[in-house]
């Protein structure tokens, strides 16, 4: 436990010393200039994208839920995907709402595990469909600023390394079927892997998977190019994309504070070695940072609700178990 306080302690530093040198080099009017230049236009856009994002994501979630076994309706999810969005975005770590939402579901539905596991394959689904997209997108459009990215990527090592990695875990799934008596860690390895495959891989469920997450994906694409526009680059969209896909990988790193630090840090880089200005990759970082958080206010509105749904649920309870202790109190007292 101490460990792990330690290292979420380091992340949030990490994605604070990332804020500050970038304030430091590139001054503070690349935040307040992103600040002033959001419009009401703006923002209602970002709720338009964020609702579409929200409810792909929150069927994605079903269908992995449901892949698993677990009872998930539509419109629970998306409240609870809203909820969760918000708490990522208020909170520091950038997790804790989806760590909320995998306890919640889970205890929900009878099964913590499993529900936590949902989480994990879902938002693990999410990455993996970003990965190979922002690999093809680097690989159809190549520039300068992409050019040692494009490099590494295909390098042979990392071909090598892939093929290694495959190969391994074929071998190790081969090796756990045939064995018998497994250890513990080797059961709970073959849990992972065949709800993995009921989850995301099933003839049902991975159709769905597959387009809600490219759906999201265009979501979040979209909602980085507006905020590049707002921030005021003129570039063609073609050319913003490679640069965006950057900023969005970035954001995968667990090195933020509520999502910021990565994103900010990679947007300015890529900008500015793309001739744009690492000031304007600052600027649109920081619209996208607001855009995202105001499109996920909809979560505090319902963590608002629930809490009060819940405060009228628990009140008549408090007052009758205080009903039964003052009529115990008082037969005791005749007696």
Known sequence: MNRSRWAAWLRLLAGLAILVALVWHLGSAAFLDGLRRIDAGTLLAALAIGALTTVFSAWRWCLVARGLGLRLPLGGAVADYYR???????????????????????RHSGDLGRGVRAVVLERTAGQLVLLVAGTVVLLVRPSPVLAPVTRFLTSPAVALTAAAAGVLLVAGAVLLRRRRGASRAERALRTVLTEARQGLLARGVWPGVALSSVVVLAGYLGMFVLAARVAGADAPTAELVPLVVLALLAMA?????????????????????????????????????????????????????????????????????ERVLAEQGASQRRA
Do not use: I
């Open 253 to 321: 790193l667990p090195l933020n504070v509520g999502g910021w630090g990565p994103r900010e840090g990679a947007a300015a880089w890529a900008f500015g070695a793309a001739g744009l200005g690492a000031a304007q990759g600052l600027t649109t970082a920081v619209v996208y940072g607001v855009l995202a958080f105001v499109a996920s206010l909809p979560g505090a509105g319902v963590l608002l609700v629930r809490r009060s749904a819940e405060r009228r649920t628990e009140r008549p309870q408090f007052e009758f178990e």
């Open 84 to 106: 969760a969005l918000f708490l990522n975005a208020a909170l520091p770590g950038g997790v804790l709402g989806d760590v909320h939402r995998a306890v919640h579901h889970g």
